[in-house]
Nanobody, 126 residues
Framework: QVQLAESGGGLVQAGGSLRLSCAAS????????MGWFRQPPGKEREFVAAINRGGGNTFYADSVKGRFTISRDNAKNTVYLQMNSLKPEDTAVYYC???????????????????WGPGTQVTVSS
């Protein structure tokens, strides 16, 4: 399994931007599909965005489509989530996740991911 650590969370005003990073340990990062999930206060964890092993295939939740961008740098063992036009309803703990996958696969379900980071808090004020 791969170990993950998120960074880049914080407090931002509505309409602002943040970029989350997720650094992975190990030399097999490029064999994992990666995803971002979030858990708003008092709610269940939900899918945000996913990217395949090579970075050419992405998928987004409808709630973030057009505002968030997932990307990865396999040379740096890092996946990113660029978040623009943030809204108060984006407030949540954000988690990155890794799942062993075939080359073009993206995963949208929590159960498809075997490794999770501890999460980073994002708070959007109105």
């Amino acid at each position: 399994q791969v170990q993950l650590a998120e960074s880049g969370g914080g407090l931002v005003q509505a309409g602002g931007s943040l970029r989350l990073s997720c650094a992975a340990s190990g030399r097999t990062f490029s064999s994992y599909a990666m995803g971002w999930f979030r858990q708003p206060p008092g709610k269940e964890r939900e899918f945000v965005a996913a990217i395949n092993r090579g970075g050419g295939n992405t998928f987004y939740a409808d709630s973030v489509k057009g505002r968030f961008t997932i990307s990865r740098d396999n040379a740096k063992n890092t996946v990113y989530l660029q978040m623009n036009s943030l809204k108060p309803e984006d407030t949540a703990v954000y988690y990155c996740a890794a799942g062993a996958a075939a080359r073009n696969t993206v995963y949208v379900s929590l159960s498809q991911y075997g490794s999770w980071g501890p999460g980073t808090q994002v708070t959007v004020s109105s």
